[in-house]
């Protein structure tokens, strides 16, 4: 009945037993890390075996000495496989076209191996692939065009390779891509618009920089050691999340902007450019030829340009009297229909948030973090209007600021409302100021339909990533409220918790032990801490032990021996406490535990989406009352 099997980071030798095939029920197979294989043969022939596995989900052979060919009884796993890992290893020849059997695979690395040949074309067929790596082979030939099917796909990886010819335009399908390591500049390259990551380096590339002005999430770009050519382009400056460029070894001319990232000398390289002039101090370059002056510009202007610019001149003025005319007309309609449903968004001066957080003194500081400073305060105004919010349990804006402050510096801030924290600390333990198991049901209901209408109600849906107890507001009416979005994506054309919880697994963001593949992970995290009372971080959970596990092991007989003490406490005191709950109770918080597993199943496709973790937790409360 075995199911899972895992040995990764070993020193084991010799090969892969094949009896194996014979655990008719194993789903995961982990052997990577060890010293398993050999150059021989019949090292690989285990894998024939385990096409009798017909349940198997995972196989990580990475990181080994595996070597022969590539052994074509891969295509014969089953169909249910979601991720083969075999990078790192010996394996020669060509990859299989009959890959495309393995039609649900999600994640696929054969990368750092000694393959040869071409991309079979039929890889396009594998629509579910989520990560191909084929980095540091001997690959040769074209980039398939069918690679363009792959609508899912998020990271591609063919750096290292001798691949030529150009890339197929059909790569601009993959909208979803967030990193490509590739030899060749994709002219669609400029749709992809969750991109993150980007080497084009150490190429032959010839031309301008390519137009990637709507890659907005692009964080890092490295297009040095190549032969482009032209000025830096203007619109780089729009690119307002660009931590990192390298432009260095190019043949790329004209002035270097001076704001962005390009004030950064140690987020920007431009050496070996030596028609490059300008930039902040740090690079030690030239400065750039002045412009002529407005008078010989003047002089040169001929009869028929004069025309033309007065032409231009005459017109401009008329849209500028015809656009007065409409915006003091939309002003009056706004005017007159600001009073019946329409709210106005009132600005606060600095002084006035000056006052109310005391100075923004320490006594009032509610918290710091990468994103800010958060204070308390109290605004006395008499209309003061929130915005409009579609859902109740985010957080609402009452006001922003944007002025400047006493020392004559920029001030921006935005004013939300108060709320209290869902628990603080004490001596590393959770206080949840004694709320009952009906209020913290009530709690995990809340963030669940934020969460819910986050995911599957906005129209491009948001990825929270930094979901944790101390993002979780209670107001005066214990409804929970969640809050900074600092983290946060946006996610278009997405399609399914999978996909969601995929994303947001990209880079570990957010906090320590609040930040697994996904929204959904971490909200079954926010589960356990709500009803345990205990953190991920605690010191009880060391030497491999963590909360998933200390809840699974409670599960179900022991489950009275876990749950927070004060939680029986709202309304029940001592000894009694656990007499007063009914069996029935008992088997509605069984299932809210059993509910945080649904969400933290081995792969995305297998877990819950937050709708179905919202209607579920509606049914146990419904039982909890009854």
Known sequence: MLQILNLPGNNFTGNVPASLGKVKNLRWLNVKGNQLGSDEPDNMNFISSLANCSNLQ????????FGGMFPNSVTNLST????????????????????????????????????????????GILSNLGTL????????????????????????????????????PSLGNCKQLLRLYIGMIPSTIGKCLALELLYMQHN???????????????????LSRNNLSGEIPPWTLNLSSLLYLNLSDNNLEGEIPVQGVFSNSTALQVAGNPKLCGGIQEFDLPPCPKQENHRTKRKRLTPVLTAIISIVLFAAIACFLLSMFFIKRSRKRRDAT???????????????????TNGFSSDRLLGSGSF???????????????????????????????????????????????????HQESEGQIQCNSLNILQRLNIAIDVASALYYLHHQCEIPVVHCDLKPSNILLDDNMIAHVSDFGLARLIPSFSG??????????????????????????????????????????????DNVNLHLFVRLALPDQIMDIVDGSALCGEMTGEDANKNISSEQIKCLVSIFQLRL???????QERINMEQVYGELIIIRDRFLK
């Open 58 to 65: 995972y196989l990580l052979l990475a990181h080994n000495h």
């Open 80 to 123: 249910l496989l979601t991720g083969l890992h075999m990078g790192q290893n010996r394996i020669r020849g060509n990859i299989p076209k009959e890959i495309a059997n393995l039609v649900n695979l999600n994640i696929l690395y054969l990368q750092e191996n000694r393959l040869t040949g071409s991309i079979p074309a039929s890889i």
């Open 133 to 168: 790596n084929l980095d540091s082979n001997r690959l040769t030939g074209e980039i398939p065009s069918s690679i363009g099917n792959i609508t899912r796909l998020l990271y591609l990886y063919l750096s290292g390779n001798t691949l030529n010819g150009t890339v197929p």
């Open 204 to 222: 032959s590339f010839e031309g301008s920089i390519p137009y990637i002005a709507d890659l907005q999430n692009l964080r890092e770009l490295d």
């Open 338 to 356: 600001s009073t019946s449903g329409h709210l106005i968004f009132p600005m606060i001066t600095y002084k006035e948030l000056h006052d109310a």
């Open 372 to 422: 800010g400073t958060v204070y308390k305060g109290i605004v006395h105004s008499s209309n003061e209007n929130p915005v409009a919010v579609k859902h109740r349990n985010l957080v609402k804006v009452i006001t922003a600021c944007s002025s400047i402050d006493f020392k004559g510096i920029d001030f921006k801030a935005i004013m939300y409302q108060f709320k209290e924290w869902l």
């Open 497 to 542: 918790e999978g996909n969601l919880n995929q994303f947001s697994s990209l880079g570990i963001q957010g906090t320590i032990g609040y930040a697994p593949p996904g929204d959904l992970c971490s909200y079954g995290i926010l589960l356990l801490e709500i009803f345990t009372g205990k953190r991920p971080t605690d010191k009880l959970f060391e």
């Open 598 to 604: 649904a969400c933290s199943a081995e792969t995305p």
